[in-house]
C-alpha cells in the first residue's frame, strides 16, 4: 500500500513534470485507483515528454482519406525522436496510412475529430516473427507497432480503425440475410459448405487448408491473408500510457501489451464488431504493474484479457502477468467482460478488479483454461461488479475449455464436460487457487455460478461474499476444495438452485434460495466431503436436499 506521505511526492513530482492542470488531474486519478487494493502494488511509472512537438501535415500529410501517409508518419516520428522525444500531432481529418512504427519517447497525439485509417492492402503489411494467442508464430505486421521502447503515449480523442473487414472471415450464422447477401456482392470466398465468408482465397486456404508446420517465412506466403495482425503491439516496452483515443475495427486482437511494464491505460473506447473472430479488446500478456481504468469495451471476442502465454512456449517465457488493477469499466458485447486465460502458462498473480459494469457479455467474470496449459493463477480479488443480461453465466471457471465461446457452444448445444477420471498431475496441469469474489450483482443470466475444477487439481479457496444473482440457474460447482461463501441470494427459475459434484470443504452462511417447489440442493459424486450449509431463512416445509447414492450422508449438514 502505498502511504499518504508518498502518494504527496509522487504527485507533486508528477505536476511538477507535466505543468499543466489536465495531467495534474490525471496524476490524482491514477493515485485513487490505488485505494482498496488488497496486496503490494507498485506504483506505476508514466512516460514523461520533452515539449517539442510537430504535426505529420509538416510532412506533407493530406487528411483526404485518399492519400497514403504512411511516409508522412515515419518522417515526423524519426525527426521528433531524434530531438529527445514529445508529441507527434494528428490533426483533425481522415487520415490513410500503412503500418506505423513507434519510437522511443513518443506521444502519438490524435486530436478530438483525428481518423487514422489503416489501408486494406495487404501488401503493406509484410510477415514478420511475432507471436500470436500465445505461441511464437508468423504474423503480418501490425498497423501499430512498437518492440524494446521507453516512454510512448496515446493521447487526444482521435480515432484509430484498423480496416479488420478487409482481413476476417465471418461465419454466416452471425449475420442477417441482408448482411450475408452485401458480403457475397463485395466480393471474397464461401468455404465448401458456405458456412463462412472469407475476403481472399489466401485467407481461406490458410484458415481451412491443411496446417503449414515450418520455420521458413517464405512458406507462408501462399496464405498471407489468414495471418491476421493485432492491430496494435507493444512488445517489452516500459513506461505506456493510453489516454483518450478510440480503438476499433482490429484485424485480430485490438490493443496487445506483451511483456510490457508500466503501463497505464485510461478513458479508451475499445470497439470491434459483435461478429469479429477474435476480435479481443485489451489482452494483458506477461505484463508487470498495470492500471486500467475508466474504458469502455463492446467488442467480438474476449474484452478485458489477461493472458501468460500458451502451453510449453508459455512456460518456457515464464513471466506472469503481475500486479493488474482494473476499476471504472464498462463491457458491453464481448464473450468476456473481464477474462483469464485460457492462455495463462506462465502463470497470473494479483489482480484487482473493481467498480466494473458488463451488460449483455456473454460471460462476466470469465476464467478459463484446459490440460496441458499449466501454469498457476492465484490472488485473485474481485468486488463490486454488477451484470446485465448475461446471455451465459455471469461468473464463470471452466478448467476444460476447447476453444469456443460460451455463446457458440450453447448454439451448438454442446454441454459441459462432466468427468470425474483424474490425470497425473505435471507441469501441465493448470491451477487456479486464492480467489476472493464479493458484492456482485447480476440481474439476468442462463446461469448464476459456474465453478469447475479438474478432479487432479481442484479450484482451491475460492471465497464468495455478499452475492446476488437473478438467473434461470443457480450455483454449480464441481471438482473444487475449500469453497466459502457468506451472503448468497440466488433468484434462479430453474431446480436445484445448488448442485455440488465432488467438491469438499464446502462453507455456506447466509444462504437465501427461491422457492422452486422442487429440490433446492444436489449433492453428488464419491469424493463429496465436509459440505456445511447455512440457510438465512426457513424453506418452506419439503424436500431441500437430494443426495447421490455414492454421498455420505453424514458428509452434508443443513441449517
Given at each position: 500500500m502505498i502511504n499518504t506521505c508518498l502518494k504527496s511526492l509522487v504527485l507533486l513530482t508528477l505536476i511538477l513534470a507535466s505543468g499543466c492542470n489536465s495531467q495534474q488531474e490525471s496524476a490524482q486519478s491514477d493515485l485513487d485507483m490505488y485505494q482498496g487494493v488488497e496486496f503490494e502494488m507498485p506504483l506505476i511509472i508514466e512516460p514523461v515528454f520533452a515539449h517539442h512537438s510537430v504535426s505529420i501535415t509538416d510532412f506533407g500529410a493530406k487528411d483526404d482519406g485518399q492519400t497514403l501517409n504512411t511516409e508522412a508518419f515515419e518522417k515526423a516520428i524519426a525527426l521528433v525522436s531524434e530531438k529527445g522525444g514529445g508529441r507527434v500531432v494528428i490533426p483533425r481529418g481522415i487520415w490513410l496510412t500503412g503500418p506505423i512504427v513507434l519510437k522511443s519517447n513518443i506521444n502519438l497525439h490524435a486530436e478530438d475529430g483525428a481518423m487514422v485509417i489503416f489501408s486494406g492492402n495487404k501488401d503493406l503489411y509484410p510477415i514478420i516473427d511475432g507471436s500470436f494467442e500465445g505461441v511464437k508464430a508468423f504474423r503480418c505486421q501490425s498497423p501499430i507497432s512498437g518492440k524494446g521502447l521507453e516512454n510512448i503515449a496515446f493521447t487526444g480523442q482521435g480515432v484509430y480503425d484498423g480496416s479488420g473487414d478487409a482481413w476476417r472471415m465471418v461465419k454466416r450464422y452471425k449475420t442477417t440475410d441482408k448482411q450475408w447477401k452485401a458480403l457475397i456482392k463485395s466480393g471474397g470466398v464461401l468455404n465448401e459448405d458456405e458456412s463462412s465468408w472469407y475476403p481472399s482465397e489466401g485467407a481461406l486456404k490458410g484458415l481451412e487448408g491443411p496446417e503449414i508446420r515450418s520455420e521458413k517465412m517464405e512458406d507462408y506466403l501462399k496464405i498471407k491473408d489468414a495471418l491476421r495482425p493485432v492491430m496494435l503491439s507493444l512488445v517489452n516496452c516500459n513506461k505506456v500510457l493510453f489516454d483518450g483515443p478510440v480503438f476499433q475495427n482490429s484485424p485480430a486482437w485490438c490493443i496487445h501489451p506483451l511483456m510490457c511494464t508500466n503501463l497505464t491505460i485510461r478513458n479508451i473506447d475499445v470497439k470491434n464488431p459483435w461478429y469479429s473472430q477474435n476480435g479481443d479488446g485489451l489482452d494483458?500478456?506477461?505484463?508487470?504493474?498495470?492500471?486500467?481504468?475508466?474504458?469502455?469495451?463492446?467488442?467480438?471476442?474476449?474484452?478485458?484479457?489477461?493472458?501468460?502465454?500458451?502451453?510449453?512456449?508459455?512456460?518456457?517465457?515464464?513471466?506472469?502477468?503481475?500486479?493488474?488493477?482494473?476499476?471504472?469499466?464498462?463491457?458491453?458485447?464481448?464473450?468476456?467482460?473481464?477474462?483469464?486465460?485460457?492462455?495463462?502458462?506462465?502463470?497470473?498473480?494479483?489482480?484487482?478488479?473493481?467498480?466494473?459494469?458488463?451488460?449483455?457479455?456473454?460471460?462476466?467474470?470469465?476464467?478459463?483454461?484446459?490440460?496441458?496449459?499449466?501454469?498457476?493463477?492465484?490472488?485473485?480479488?474481485?468486488?463490486?461488479?454488477?451484470?446485465?443480461?448475461?446471455?451465459?453465466?455471469?461468473?464463470?471457471?471452466?478448467?476444460?475449455?476447447?476453444?469456443?465461446?460460451?455463446?457458440?457452444?450453447?448454439?451448438?448445444?454442446?454441454?459441459?464436460?462432466?468427468?470425474?477420471?483424474?490425470?497425473?498431475?505435471?507441469?501441465?496441469?493448470?491451477?487456479?487457487?486464492?480467489?476472493?469474489?464479493?458484492?456482485?450483482?447480476?440481474?439476468?443470466?442462463?446461469?448464476?455460478?459456474?465453478?469447475?475444477?479438474?478432479?487432479?487439481?481442484?479450484?482451491?479457496?475460492?471465497?464468495?461474499?455478499?452475492?446476488?444473482?437473478?438467473?434461470?440457474?443457480?450455483?454449480?460447482?464441481?471438482?473444487?476444495?475449500?469453497?466459502?461463501?457468506?451472503?448468497?441470494?440466488?433468484?434462479?427459475?430453474?431446480?436445484?438452485?445448488?448442485?455440488?459434484?465432488?467438491?469438499?470443504?464446502?462453507?455456506?452462511?447466509?444462504?437465501?434460495?427461491?422457492?422452486?417447489?422442487?429440490?433446492?440442493?444436489?449433492?453428488?459424486?464419491?469424493?463429496?466431503?465436509?459440505?456445511?450449509?447455512?440457510?438465512?431463512?426457513?424453506?418452506?416445509?419439503?424436500?431441500?436436499?437430494?443426495?447421490?447414492?455414492?454421498?455420505?450422508?453424514?458428509?452434508?449438514?443443513?441449517?
Open positions: 494483458i500478456e506477461s505484463c508487470t504493474n498495470t492500471l486500467i481504468y475508466n474504458c469502455t469495451f463492446d467488442v467480438g471476442d474476449d474484452a478485458i484479457c489477461i493472458k501468460s502465454g500458451k502451453g510449453a512456449y508459455g512456460r518456457a517465457r515464464g513471466i506472469p502477468t503481475e500486479n493488474t488493477i482494473v476499476k471504472n469499466c464498462i463491457v458491453y458485447h464481448g464473450h468476456g467482460g473481464v477474462t483469464v486465460g485460457s492462455e495463462m502458462s506462465g502463470g497470473v498473480k494479483n489482480l484487482h478488479v473493481s467498480g466494473c459494469t458488463f451488460i449483455g457479455t456473454d460471460v462476466g467474470l470469465r476464467f478459463k483454461s484446459t490440460r496441458g496449459r499449466g501454469g498457476v493463477v492465484e490472488k485473485i480479488y474481485i468486488s463490486d461488479v454488477d451484470m446485465l443480461n448475461i446471455p451465459s453465466k455471469a461468473i464463470s471457471f471452466n478448467l476444460y475449455y476447447g476453444g469456443l465461446s460460451v455463446s457458440e457452444m450453447l448454439a451448438r448445444e454442446q454441454e459441459d464436460k462432466i468427468g470425474s477420471e483424474a490425470y497425473e498431475v505435471s507441469e501441465e496441469t493448470p491451477q487456479f487457487k486464492d480467489i476472493h469474489i464479493r458484492n456482485i450483482r447480476c440481474k439476468g443470466a442462463y446461469q448464476a455460478i459456474y465453478l469447475q475444477g479438474l478432479p487432479e487439481m481442484n479450484l482451491e479457496n475460492v471465497y464468495l461474499e455478499d452475492i446476488v444473482m437473478e438467473a434461470e440457474n443457480g450455483l454449480f460447482c464441481m471438482d473444487a476444495n475449500g469453497v466459502s461463501i457468506h451472503g448468497l441470494s440466488l433468484i434462479n427459475t430453474k431446480a436445484p438452485s445448488l448442485t455440488l459434484y465432488n467438491t469438499k470443504n464446502v462453507h455456506i452462511e447466509d444462504l437465501v434460495l427461491n422457492e422452486a417447489g422442487a429440490e433446492q440442493i444436489a449433492v453428488f459424486g464419491k469424493e463429496t466431503n465436509d459440505i456445511n450449509i447455512d440457510f438465512k431463512a426457513d424453506l418452506k416445509e419439503g424436500k431441500i436436499l437430494e443426495l447421490g447414492e455414492e454421498v455420505d450422508p453424514d458428509a452434508v449438514k443443513l441449517e
